[in-house]
């Protein structure tokens, strides 16, 4: 299992967007996908088809991530309804507002890494749809992660949150859990011919250069329609939703390639500077059977 969190510190400027979009290129290609809806207003619960049917919501998961809770909280998306796949969502809640400390504990920031540790074999890939700020519950977001997907509009003050964001992952990754890394940026809602769009885009390809993915998707209505229908985007008719499904499955595949970059966390972990500190608990399951060698049958 691999964890991806969609991020950025200002609000709609498309972390939904994008985190669906992604979500439909691994259905579409057949990776077992659970999204995880972490923001209070749980956008990514009702554009999946899951609101408000099941007993337990991440917001219970992250005041306790016991299996019989975690399990509860997860149902499937109505997207399996349409094409046949392996898609689920860990309902989001309003509830999560109780956890958006400014400062929360070093317990509670483990708590999702906690809770995903527990489903570690039943999916492939885990997207992590986070609250448009750097509190809590982004936190606990991204300390259950090993990328962040950062999302930016072409403007300036979306610029300047996507370098905080960036300055921040950087910390936490230095302090608490030095697996995570910045995949890079999806800068959204560009519309062509915009001398101002063109500047911004300029200054993100700045601040992202070097390893990180920048991506552009344009500003289009098929998006909107695709989201409205509650369908999946690699479903929706038309040349235009075939040219947003291919942007998605590029990042997608840009994640998987840096999913297997060299995890460093396994040997970070021996250093005494995290020992204090790191509580990963997924990726076990590979120590052990490094171990023992690969099955025999
Ligand atoms: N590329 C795009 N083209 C057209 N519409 C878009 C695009 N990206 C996002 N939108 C629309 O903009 C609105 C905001 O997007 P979205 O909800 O994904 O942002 P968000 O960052 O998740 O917002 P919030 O901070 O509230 O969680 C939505 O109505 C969405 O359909
Ligand atoms: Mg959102």
Known sequence: MHVLSVSSLKGGVGKTTVALGLASAAFARGLRTLVVDLDPQCD??????AFGVSTKNVADVLSS??????????VASSWGKVQSGHIDVMLGSPKTLNFDHPNPTLRDLWRLEEALSLVEREYDLVLIDTPPSINGLTRTGWVASDRILLVSEPSIFSVVAADRALKAINELRKGLTPRLRALGVVINRVRQGSHEHEYRIGELQNLFQGEYLTILLDEKATIQ?????GRPIHTWPGDSAQQVAKIFDDVLDAALVSFQLVDETRTAKKEKRFARFSRVLRGKQIDKDLETGPAQN
């Open 225 to 229: 329609q695709a989201q409205g229908a």
């Open 65 to 74: 991530p016991r299996h019989a809770v975690v399990h509860d909280s997860i």
């Open 44 to 49: 990514a619960s009702t554009g999946l088809g």
